[in-house]
């Protein structure tokens, strides 16, 4: 991190002695983040100066090791009335994540707003509360995946190589892949892992490093050791970007991660927002290529165009009002699948104009839907 500002490297400091319990010392803080055992220290004093809970502690071996210290110094945070008790009645939205270090943390942090309250305050803000509630129909249990979160956020703030026991839908077993993590997604109740996987390449790339494969979970988990390097993540040869293929993986399919002290370096043209521009969702398709987006034409009918208009479904979406009351919306999209899921939950009230290939394919949909809820005798005759 030579290259990197004063900010950047404190923050990495921080990240690595949170995830150490025992801490670390000056040399092995030097060795991550890869500057002198000076400017460790002067970031260091810097932190403790901002009012960060960090000390040194001699361990049993009389090793000097740099530590958080739990109930140390604090951050000095002031908020408003106002600033308290929105915080207050927002703490809900953290509830998908209920059960990991993040929901913990928030929880420790919403109880010191309970207490700057005062119980006449929050007896108001209670009453309150209960007139807000979010609803995520479907949505994710994460309260037994909290040190898979923690890992797998580890891997991508230091950007470093995780392996990853994850079982697919289709799999009849978990298997242990190489993964590059670059972010993590939240969408529709569910956490999505974006990464590069080492075991799903599909062309041949050059590398830094020796390819390890896919195992099975029961073959063991993880490599014992991997020394600390740096490498580069393969590349297509025939890619116009040279840009590595990212795939999307549900964190509630993830049981284990063990986070290497490997290093890669990721893409610096990858961002989360770029990648999910082309889509409906989070599904991507074949392709997200703008010279291959396709243009979808949906016209909604009276009923439903005033619902759709509130609301932006997509960046690049266009709507125009038809003389009846009727709404087109049109977008341009990579693939169809989740706009045509979308769709079909206005039943009649929505029609797909183009394209023809997609209409043809919700005819034959609906076919088999009405096939489905025939009469149980009518259906045996036919």
């Excluded at 898979?148 to 697919?168: H, N």
């Excluded at 165009?305 to 266009?318: D, F, G, I, N, P």
């Excluded at 039943?347 to 076919?367: C, H, V």
């Amino acid at each position: 991190m030579q290259d990197s500002t004063p900010l950047q490297r404190q923050w990495y400091i921080l990240i690595s002695l949170m995830s150490r319990r025992e801490g670390l010392t000056l040399k092995e803080l030097s060795a991550e983040v890869k500057v002198d055992e000076r400017t460790i220290r002067r970031d260091l004093n810097t932190l403790r100066k901002a009012g960060f809970g960090i000390d040194e502690r001699v361990s049993e071996r009389g090793r000097k090791h740099w530590k958080i210290v739990e109930g140390g110094s604090q951050v000095p945070i002031h908020f408003t009335w106002p600033e308290a008790v929105s915080l207050y009645l927002g703490r809900q939205l953290l509830d998908p994540l209920a059960g990991t270090h993040f929901w913990q943390s928030a929880q420790t942090a919403f109880a010191k707003i309970r207490a700057m309250l005062g119980e006449a305050a929050l007896s108001q803000v209670n009453k309150a509360s209960k007139t807000f509630l979010q609803t995520i129909p479907g949505r994710s249990d994460y309260s037994t995946k909290a040190d898979v979160i923690d890992c797998l956020m580890l891997a991508i703030e230091e950007r470093r190589v995780a392996f990853v026991v994850y079982q697919s839908e289709r799999a009849t077993e978990p298997v242990s892949l190489e993964m590059y993590p670059y972010g993590i997604v939240y969408h529709k109740g569910s956490l999505y892992l974006i990464a590069h996987s080492r075991d799903h390449e599909t062309k041949t790339r050059t590398t830094a490093a020796a390819r390890t494969p896919a195992r099975s979970a029961s073959q063991g988990s993880f490599p014992s050791s991997i020394e600390p390097a740096r490498i580069a993540i393969k590349q297509p040869v025939d890619s116009p970007s040279n840009a590595p293929e990212m795939r999307i993986f549900k964190i509630d399919r993830v049981s284990d991660v063990d986070v290497q002290n490997l290093q890669f370096t990721p893409d610096a043209n990858f961002r989360l927002e770029n990648y999910f521009a082309h889509t409906f969702g989070i599904y991507q398709g074949e392709s997200t290529d703008e010279t291959q987006l396709q243009t979808i034409r949906i016209r909604f009918a009276k009923e439903a165009a005033r619902y759709v208009e509130e609301k932006t479904w997509h960046s690049s979406q266009k709507l125009t009002k038809g003389k009846d009351g009727s709404l087109v919306l049109e977008v341009q999209l990579a693939n169809t699948n989740e706009i045509k899921s979308w769709a079909l939950g206005f039943g009649p009230r929505a029609t797909i104009l183009e394209p023809q290939s997609l209409r043809q394919e919700i005819a034959n949909d609906l076919k088999q839907i009405l096939a489905n809820y025939q009469p149980a005798e009518k259906a045996r005759k036919s």
